[in-house]
Nanobody, 120 residues
């Protein structure tokens, strides 16, 4: 089993910055990709950014140039640096582990979510 614990959400003014962290714990051999999704009220959950073990990244068009994802493979931790935040970035942000390999096999896992609110 894999547990994902997120931190770093909160309230920030437009134009401000936040850094989200997500640490995966458990008997983990490897995680193919780690990423962040978000879900705003009344909307579907959407991919924000993801990064593979090898460092390949993928971003939603709406965050390109403003958000940066990074990963520490040794610590099974992923970070999301969010700059130039806009009110439309307000959502619950969820950490995701894609194809995590444990003694029980392979699986995908979600964190509990952390609220990000961008408002003046």
């Amino acid at each position: 089993q894999v547990q994902l614990v997120e931190s770093g959400g909160g309230l920030v003014q437009p134009g401000g910055s936040l850094r989200l962290s997500c640490a995966a714990s458990g008997s983990i051999f490897s995680i193919y990709a780690m990423g962040w999704y978000r879900q705003a009220p009344g909307k579907q959950r959407e991919l924000v950014a993801a990064i593979t073990e090898g460092g390949s990244t993928n971003y939603a068009d709406s965050v390109k140039g403003r958000f940066s994802i990074s990963r520490d493979n040794a610590k099974n931790t992923v970070y999301l640096q969010m700059n130039s935040l806009k009110p439309e970035d307000t959502a619950v942000y969820y950490c995701h582990a894609d194809r995590a390999i444990t003694p029980r096999g392979r699986g995908n896992y979600w964190g509990q979510g952390t609220q990000v609110t961008v408002s003046s």
